[in-house]
C-alpha cells in the first residue's frame, strides 16, 4: 500500500503557542489529504479536506481559523493548531488518496499532542 | 447523526475460528465501503474494501460482505489469529471523497 507519513509522532507545547504537523505522501502524489481528530475510544472526527493548491474544506463545527490546513502540493499537507489549549490534546490523524487511483485513503502514524 | 455505525463495541474470538464484525450505514448515497485495522497510538492500516456494485470482496483471511437493501456490511476473518487483536473500523465513502467512519469494534483474538 501506498505510504503515508505524518511527523512528530509525539508533541507537547504551552498553552498559547502554535504547533504544526505533517503529513507526506512518501511514494505517491495525494491529490486530497484529510486531517482526522480521535479522542480516546471514540472514531475517528473528520476535521477537514484539502486539496492540493486550494483551501481546506472544514466540516460543521470545526475551527477554520484553529486549525489551519495547507497543501501546498501533491505530496505535502500542514495542520496547525493555533494558540492551542489544554482541549486541543488530541490524537491528530491525516489521510491521502492517491491521485488517479481508485477509492483507498492510506493514513499516516498520527500526531499525538498535549497542551499543557 | 451517526451514519456509520459498529454496534458491537468489542468481540471476543477463539484462534482458528472465524471472527465477523459488523457495520449498518444509513446514507444511500455511499458508494464505497472500506475496512482498516488499528493499533493504539497508530494510524489505521487499510485492510478490504468494497465498491457498491459488488456483493463480496475477498482479500486472504478477509472476506467483505455487503448487504446494499439492508445497508449493511460485514468483514469475516478466518482463521482468526491472535495478531489479528485490534480496533476494526468501517468507512464508508460518498461520492465528493467523503469518508465517514464508524465507531470501531475491538476483536479479541484469544489463543
Known amino acids: 500500500g501506498a505510504v503515508v507519513s505524518q511527523h512528530p509522532s509525539w508533541v507537547i507545547c504551552k498553552s498559547g503557542t502554535s504547533v504544526k504537523i505533517e503529513c507526506r505522501s512518501l511514494?505517491?502524489?495525494?491529490?486530497?489529504m484529510f486531517w482526522y481528530r480521535q479522542f480516546p475510544k471514540q472514531s475517528l472526527m473528520l476535521m477537514a479536506t484539502s486539496n492540493e493548491g486550494s483551501k481546506a474544506t472544514y466540516e460543521q463545527g470545526v475551527e477554520k481559523d484553529k486549525f489551519l490546513i495547507n497543501h501546498a502540493s501533491l505530496t505535502l499537507s500542514t495542520l496547525t493548531v493555533t494558540s492551542a489549549h489544554p482541549e486541543d490534546s488530541s490524537f491528530y490523524i491525516c489521510s491521502a488518496r492517491v491521485l488517479g487511483a481508485g477509492n483507498t485513503i492510506y493514513f499516516g502514524e498520527g500526531s499525538w499532542l498535549t497542551v499543557v | 447523526d451517526q451514519q456509520v455505525k459498529q454496534n458491537s463495541p468489542s468481540l471476543s474470538v477463539q484462534e482458528g475460528r472465524i471472527s465477523i464484525l459488523n457495520c449498518d450505514y444509513t446514507n444511500s448515497m455511499f458508494d464505497y465501503f472500506l475496512w482498516y485495522k488499528k493499533y493504539p497510538a497508530e494510524g489505521p492500516t487499510f485492510l478490504i474494501s468494497i465498491s457498491s456494485i459488488k456483493d463480496k470482496n475477498e482479500d486472504g483471511r478477509f472476506t467483505v460482505f455487503l448487504n446494499k437493501s439492508a445497508k449493511h456490511l460485514s468483514l469475516h476473518i478466518v482463521p482468526s489469529q491472535p495478531g489479528d487483536s485490534a480496533v476494526y473500523f468501517c468507512?464508508?465513502?460518498?461520492?465528493?471523497?467523503?469518508?465517514?467512519f464508524g465507531t470501531g469494534t475491538r476483536l479479541k483474538v484469544l489463543a
Open positions: 468507512a464508508a465513502k460518498s461520492g465528493t471523497y467523503k469518508y465517514i
Open positions: 511514494d505517491f502524489q495525494a491529490t486530497t
